[in-house]
């Protein structure tokens, strides 16, 4: 026993802990970023959680977590509530909302709840009813999903269309500001060049406006 | 000629650093100085002002934003004068005011409402001041304004002195009539009635040279002429009913405040000028030998809302009786004028009286401070004016203001703050940089007792116990360890950690005793095992097979958290600490920044440790083996011994990255600038500080350079802890590649 003691063998477990504990922490560290990191990848599914009272929540459940400070000596685990993001911030106010584990009744996972992405608004959770396919154009009886997406592709290629005309018009834009700039300074100084510079401005100025008709 | 080319390349990219790293410092050094430059005041005119000799009375002197136009109030009516010329603007309206003004008070720091009092009891209320105007080009053109109201009278007979404010809704008087009364009122607005009764609130004994009302209309002060302060405090006025008195019947006053009475002087000293800085919290009270304080009100300690004035600043002292004070409107500046035709500028935070001018020959009737802290007027009662242009950007910085314990407005006493800015100019900056130093030290020092036991451990192990090959992989592992960014990690710390650590701290405490438990258990197993067995394995599986282990007694630490916190905490862990150290567990606390910043750490003191614990000459460690000591005998007499000065400067270099560790402590910790050493609360470093207010400092203003002498001190303090810890690397490496 002092034999073990006087040989210090100990002490070398110590140091062989203090690369363990280094080990363990990178690795944890690792671990964590890489499972909350790719985790975005794996989304929820779409749940429609029917409460107790009759009312049903349609959403996405993205964590679960006991409510702080409801452990009391009859429940010491506390009570469970989870995080459902419900979208519909036009609708609802806000994009997540709480519900008890207590005033759950059941959770389905139906087929035919969509989550759409919009530009506004954050995302909307539903059923897809119908769509409106330009002015006047309702169309609520065949398969909605394939018709929505060929409708999200024209949206697509109508999007691109506009960025790139708002870049010529900017770089139109950009052409007549320089050179009403080089005018002035024509002006400025002595008005020989300033016809051409004039003439020139005029070509560019009708261009933008046959642009912009074409827009 | 590739060696050649080698070399300058090399040579010319050491001295590419060493041109940036001065270059930095240089740039530093240069937004910093501007701070500690001395003021300077220029005589910018001189003029006599027309009919400038009036009759001894009261005078009243400003000036607008760009000195470009005086007025005068007096006995000799209101003019204006323009400093440019030094002729008086001609302006209809000034014919109304009276010729026998015996008081006039400003409304206010700043304000352009006036009153002034005339020797039969009449009180006027007046705007007096400067407009702007902008001409066709854009130019901008002052233009005088003079509007007087409608005169009231609130007893008979004449005031000696007056006080008066004008808040953002009320307006509230106070004056003192010749037989000693003080009455006070409401000033109405409509100006119906032509007889306006004034509340009597108290009766003096003793002559009153100054009264003082502050923007509250709380506070009353009244200097006399035997070196005393009376303070009165008006909240109860406002409850009770105004009653009709006249001065003549003392006896049916109805409410009587009983105030607090200071001596600010020698018996004998009249209180020569009173007055508040911008703000009205800093009472200035100028007396008839010279002297200057600054007092304010500060709570007393114990009692539930009693107030007592003390003395918080003592300024230079006049050679002459101080005859007129002005303060500034944007900070605490002040200038005071005396007898002798002096005039003072004075700064109440930091204590200084930056400039002593002698503006003139006769004594100063009136002095005001322009707007812009930029300069100043003085009327001599030779009418003459006198305006001065002067240069004193940084008033408030002074090294003891920066480094030392201030007396702040509203604080009991002086103390280190750091409270940079707020919303409006009333606030009063607190440089304190002492908080921010301490800050940086205590995040330092957590950070290092997790990071130096660790990073030791770890490095005396891979040099000396482990197989090569093994050391080979485990290396590189843990200097990846700094390769994270430090805002990840800050990141993860304060949304991850600090919560978990809030509701698992218990287990934590736990882990300290299992795992050195399981450690020491692990050792007597190991022991236990046959030889044989043993020697198969390489040298250093120790870790290996440690690690699943303490992984597996830190999940059930956590797991038995509860458990833990009944047994050891009797059940609530936060209460626990409050009844034990007295302090509240803050979720952003000092450990959990240790954690953090000691993983960031640990790489770097890791990475010199074992360098210089690997050099150490082999012939010595098996010259000890052979000797029949065993492998720790060896480590801890000879190894450790022989590559101290390496670790020292390990742990040197550790220090200096701590010391400059910003983007944890920004997220990690609550960011309070407060000097204390607990476990349980934040702190404010000085890199975290500089990142979260330089964004929001005006350029060239104060607090920029404030910033940038913090950014210095930590180029400093990192550059000589970095020299030092290299040096002593250099010493080491020369020592032993020579033996």
């Keep these: ?215 | 000629m590739l060696d050649r080319t080698a070399r300058y390349v090399v040579s010319a990219g050491g001295i590419a650093v060493i041109v940036t790293i001065l270059a930095i410092f240089f740039f530093i050094f240069r937004e910093v100085t501007p701070l500690f430059t001395t003021p300077t005041a220029r005589l910018l005119a001189r003029f006599n002002v027309p009919g400038g000799t009036d009759p001894q009375g009261p005078i009243f002197i400003g000036t607008d934003d760009g000195k470009t136009i005086a007025y005068v109030a007096g006995p000799g009516g209101v003019r204006f004068v323009d400093l440019s010329t030094g002729t008086v603007i001609p302006m209809d309206g000034l014919e109304g005011f009276p010729s026998h003004v015996t008081v006039l008070a400003q409304g206010g720091v700043g304000s352009n409402r006036y009153v002034a009092a005339t020797a039969d009891g009449l009180i006027i209320p007046f705007k007096m001041g400067v407009g702007t105007r902008f001409a066709e080009g854009g130019q901008r053109i002052h233009q005088p304004l003079f509007r007087q109201s409608q005169p009231f009278r609130m007893a008979s007979g004449s005031f000696t002195a007056l006080a008066y404010r004008a808040a953002a809704a009320e307006q509230g008087l106070a004056v003192l009539t010749a037989d000693g009364a003080l009455l006070y009122v409401d000033v109405p607005d409509g100006d119906a009635e032509q007889r306006v009764p004034g509340k009597e609130l108290y009766r003096f004994d003793r002559p009153v040279t100054h009264l003082a009302l502050d923007g509250a209309l709380t506070n009353l002060y009244a200097g006399t002429a035997d070196g005393l302060l009376y303070h009165f405090e008006l909240k109860e006025v406002a409850e009770t009913r105004p009653s009709a008195i006249s001065p003549n019947h003392p006896g049916r006053a109805e409410t009587r405040l009983s105030p607090e009475v200071y001596r600010v002087a020698r018996e004998g000293v009249a209180v020569s000028a009173l007055g508040f800085l911008n703000g009205d919290r800093s009472l200035v009270v100028a007396t008839a030998d010279g002297d200057v304080s600054v007092w304010g009100l500060t709570r007393l300690p114990g009692s539930l809302g009693r107030f007592h004035l003390e003395q918080m600043h003592k300024l230079s002292s006049h050679r002459a009786p101080v005859t007129s004070f002005s303060p500034s409107t944007r900070d605490k500046g002040f200038v005071t004028a005396d007898q002798l035709g002096q005039v003072y500028v004075h700064y109440a935070t930091s204590e200084q009286t930056w400039l002593r001018l002698p503006v003139t020959d006769s004594a100063i009737r009136a002095v005001a401070f322009a707007p812009k802290s930029d300069g100043f007027v003085a009327l001599d009662a030779a009418g003459q004016l006198a305006l001065y242009e002067v240069r004193n950007p940084f008033p408030e910085v002074t090294f003891q203001t920066l480094f030392g314990a201030v007396w702040y407005e509203g604080y009991e006493r002086p103390e280190h703050v750091w409270q940079s800015s707020s919303g409006s100019d009333e606030f009063e900056p607190k440089y304190g940089l002492m908080p921010l130093a301490f800050g940086t030290i205590k995040g330092t020092m957590y950070a290092l007792c997790l990071a130096v036991p660790l990073a030791i451990l770890s490095a005396v192990f891979t040099s000396q116990f482990m197989h090569p090959a093994l050391r080979g992989t485990i290396k590189p592992v843990i200097e990846i360890m700094a390769a994270l960014p430090t805002v990840v990690l800050g990141f993860l710390a304060g949304l991850w950690l600090a919560p978990l650590l809030e509701r698992f701290f218990p287990a934590l405490i736990g882990m300290f005793i299992v795992l050195p438990a399981v450690i020491v258990a692990m050792s007597f197993v190991w022991s236990g095992i046959p030889s044989r067995l043993r020697e198969r394995l390489r040298p250093g599986t120790e870790a290996l097979v440690l690690m699943p282990l303490l992984a597996g007694s830190m999940w059930l630490c956590l797991w038995a958290n509860e458990w833990i916190e009944g047994v050891l905490f009797g059940g609530d862990f936060r209460q626990w600490v409050l009844d034990a150290f007295g302090v509240h567990y803050d979720q952003r606390n000092a450990v959990v920044v240790g954690i953090v910043m000691g993983f960031a750490i640990i790489p770097i003191i890791y990475s010199i440790a074992e360098e210089a614990l690997s050099n150490v000459p082999k012939h010595l460690i098996a010259g000890s083996l052979a000797l029949g000591a065993t492998r720790w005998q060896t480590v801890l007499r000879l190894v450790l011994l022989a590559a101290s000065p390496g670790i020292f400067s390990a742990m040197m270099i550790g220090f200096g990255r701590a010391v400059g560790e910003t983007m944890i402590v920004l997220m990690a910790t609550g960011n309070t600038p407060i000097l204390d050493w607990s476990w349980s609360n934040g702190f404010r470093t000085l890199s975290a500080n500089i990142a979260v207010e330089i964004p929001e400092a005006p350029h060239g203003g104060t607090l920029y350079r404030v910033l940038f002498l913090a950014a210095l001190l930590l180029f400093i303090l990192t550059f000589a802890i970095n020299t030092v810890a290299e040096v002593v690397r250099q010493r080491l490496r020369d020592k032993y590649m020579s033996a």
């Design chain 1, 1 to 215: 026993m002092k034999a073990f003691w006087k040989s210090g063998e100990l002490f070398v477990w110590l140091t062989a802990a203090g690369v363990a504990v280094s080990l363990l922490m990178i690795a944890g560290l690792l671990v964590l970023i890489m499972v909350h990191g790719l985790g975005q990848f794996w989304s929820q599914n779409i749940e429609e959680l029917h409460l107790k009272d009759g009312r049903r929540v349609i959403g996405q459940v993205m964590s679960r977590e006991i409510v702080p400070g409801s452990e009391t000596h009859d429940h010491p685990e506390g009570r469970v509530r989870f995080r459902v993001r419900v979208g519909n911030r036009d609708t609802f106010g806000s994009d997540f909302r709480w519900v008890d584990e207590a005033d759950l009744h059941a959770r389905l996972v139906p087929g035919d709840l969509v989550k759409i992405d919009r530009r506004e608004w954050g995302p909307a959770y539903g059923r897809l009813v119908g769509l409106y396919d330009g002015p006047g154009a309702y169309r609520g009886s065949e398969q909605l999903w394939p018709v929505m997406e060929s409708m999200l592709a024209r949206v697509e290629n109508n999007r691109r269309t506009i960025d790139e005309l708002d870049e010529r018009i900017g770089a139109v834009n950009h052409e007549i500001e320089t050179l009403r700039l080089k005018r002035r300074a024509l002006t400025l100084d002595g008005t020989m060049t300033s016809h051409e510079s004039a003439r020139d401005e005029e070509w560019k100025r009708r261009i933008s406006v046959l642009e912009e008709e074409y827009q």
